[in-house]
């Protein structure tokens, strides 16, 4: 005796692949978003509260904004330079 199964299933569509130029931007946005958002991370606190003292007008004569944001960007790459360095150091 021989038993004889019939399978039914819909046929499965062809698989539509984005062209490499898709998947390769889409690996490189991929890549970036990381550093975008630290970066955007360290310069948006020193940019708001830059901008905050010269709406208070706290800021020194002749001092911008950008001035103010560039001197409080090196003092916080300063602090994180010095924390690399002790961490160095413990090794």
Do not use: N
């Not at 970036?32 to 905050?52: I, N, T």
């Not at 004569?61 to 150091?89: I, K, N, P």
């Amino acid at each position: 005796m021989r038993t004889i199964e019939i399978v039914w299933a819909p046929a499965t569509a062809p698989s539509r692949r984005p062209g490499p130029w898709l998947a390769g931007l889409a690996t490189v946005a991929k890549v970036l978003v990381l550093p975008v958002l630290l970066a955007g991370s360290l310069y948006s606190k020193p940019l708001y509260d830059c901008h905050k003292q010269k709406k208070y007008g706290m800021l020194y004569y002749g001092t911008t904004v950008q001035m103010c944001v560039s001197e409080r960007l090196s003092e916080r790459l300063e602090t994180v330079q010095a924390f690399v360095d002790r961490q160095l150091r413990q090794l």
